[in-house]
């Protein structure tokens, strides 16, 4: 059974800092690129984060880039997202996917960015 289960999320004040973290099972977790989306009120899913197989590159999004680090531990079966300097705008349901010839999304965990 696939399974994707973020955990990290959580109130927080405008320029503090978080970590995602999202649990795989059920599935090579090291064959699949893994990525963060995100989804706030009212808005459509955005690419957040993107991580290859190994974690030898990596991709963001312009509203997150110098802010978000991406990382995975394939040991772990573990992707991460480090979010610092939050913004209000940052406020949303973020989601892990995994993508490799199938793909699996998380059930979301929220974040909340407020004073």
């Known amino acids: 059974q696939v399974q994707l289960v973020e955990s990290g999320g959580g109130l927080v004040q405008p320029g503090g800092s978080l970590r995602l973290s999202c649990a795989a099972s059920?599935?090579?977790?090291?064959?699949?690129?893994m990525s963060w989306y995100r989804q706030a009120p009212g808005k459509g899913r955005e690419l957040v984060a993107t991580?290859?197989?190994?974690?030898?590159?990596?991709n963001y999004a312009d509203s997150v880039k110098g802010r978000f680090t991406i990382s995975r531990d394939n040991a772990k079966n573990t992707v991460y997202l480090q979010m610092n300097s939050l913004k209000p705008e940052d406020t949303a349901v973020y989601y892990c996917?995994?993508?490799?010839?199938?793909?699996?999304w998380g059930q979301g965990t929220q974040v909340t960015v407020s004073s």
């Open positions: 996917y995994a993508r490799s010839y199938y793909t699996y």
């Open positions: 059920g599935f090579t977790f090291s064959n699949y690129a």
């Open positions: 991580i290859t197989t190994a974690g030898g590159s990596t």
